[in-house]
């Protein structure tokens, strides 16, 4: 197999070489023409090769990118294409909630696998958007990693920010052996929340060593109100724990100013980022989409 680290997933594209047994690894070339436009070139005899293309799209201009990555590994001769999208953008938007509307998750799917072969991506916002998909297409648990990182730090309860992380939150904590408890949040609009802790809960909070778990971290309001809401409660020690840490503007500072730590995984560069999914990616690779 031979790796191509877009720029969005330089250090993860060559982690993932590494896993695939030193697999040769190159990054393109790029520059823009004077009107703007994006040109790049890709180095290495690919006829007849398998070839890995990673790349996060968190920007317009990342999936501009893989685009062009995915037509020069074609021209090139390859013998099958497996993107790697760590950070798969434009997921959130998965249904068409008012008329007139893309579901451009699906719209990606479709793009993104014009020229692929298989289609590697970790923590979806839902699972769902893989059947926008036709060709063989895999989400990678991305708190495989965290719980790594987690085993070896003193973690005594986990906590989801809201309903929609609870089984997330759940799995976890039977990999640590931990209790966990969900939080209710109530999203105002997309800068602000209210969270508030569930009715009836039989875990002691005073003291303890909490983990909030999150697929992403985005503005940072969830993490920001759910550890004030803790902090209230007299607990020991924060840690903030998420798969995608986009930190947006000041984010990280805020977060950062109400825990004690902040873990991400390396889907995305990130000031955070303490684990590693490249291990899950090539195991998946080896197990799934090893060369016939
Ligand atoms: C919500 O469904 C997600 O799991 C995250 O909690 C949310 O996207 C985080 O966004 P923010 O950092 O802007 O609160």
Not at 100 to 122: I, N, Q, W
Not at 209 to 235: F, P, S, Y
Not at 280 to 287: N, P, S, T
Request: hydrophobic content about 40%; aromatic content about 6%.
């Amino acid at each position: 197999m031979y790796v191509i680290g877009g720029t969005a997933s330089t250090a993860l594209g060559e982690r993932i070489s590494r896993q695939l047994g030193n697999a040769p690894f190159g990054i393109p070339f790029l520059k823009r023409f004077p009107d703007g436009e994006m040109y790049l070139r890709i180095g290495g005899r690919l006829e007849g090769e398998d070839v890995v293309v990673v790349q996060s799209t968190r920007s317009d201009e990342d999936l501009l990118e893989l685009f062009l990555l995915e037509d020069a590994v074609r021209q090139a001769g390859a013998r099958r294409l497996i993107v790697v999208i760590p950070y798969f953008g434009y997921a959130r938007q998965d249904r068409s909630f008012f008329p007139g509307e893309p579901v451009s998750a699906r719209a990606l799917c479709r793009h993104v696998e014009l020229d692929a072969d298989a289609v590697v991506t970790v923590d979806l916002h839902s699972s769902e958007t893989l059947k926008g998909f036709t060709k063989p297409a895999f989400e990678v648990n991305g708190t495989t990693a965290l719980a790594r990182l987690l085993q070896e730090r003193p973690v005594d309860v986990l906590v989801s920010p809201d309903r929609g992380g609870v089984d997330r939150v759940r799995r976890m904590a039977e990999k640590l052996d931990k209790p966990w408890i969900g939080l209710e949040k109530h999203r105002l609009d997309s800068e602000h929340v209210e969270l508030s802790l569930p009715e009836s809960r039989s875990v002691r909070l005073e003291g303890k060593h909490v983990v909030i778990l999150d697929d992403v971290i985005t503005t940072g309001v969830t993490i920001v109100e759910a550890a004030r809401l803790l902090r209230r409660e007299r607990v020991g020690a924060i840690i903030a724990a998420c798969t995608h840490g986009l930190f947006l503007r000041d984010a990280f500072e805020r977060i950062k100013a109400v825990t004690n730590e902040i873990y991400t995984t390396d889907t995305l560069d990130s000031p955070a980022e303490k684990a590693s999914v490249a291990p899950d990616i090539g195991q998946l690779l080896r197990q799934h989409l090893a060369p016939a």
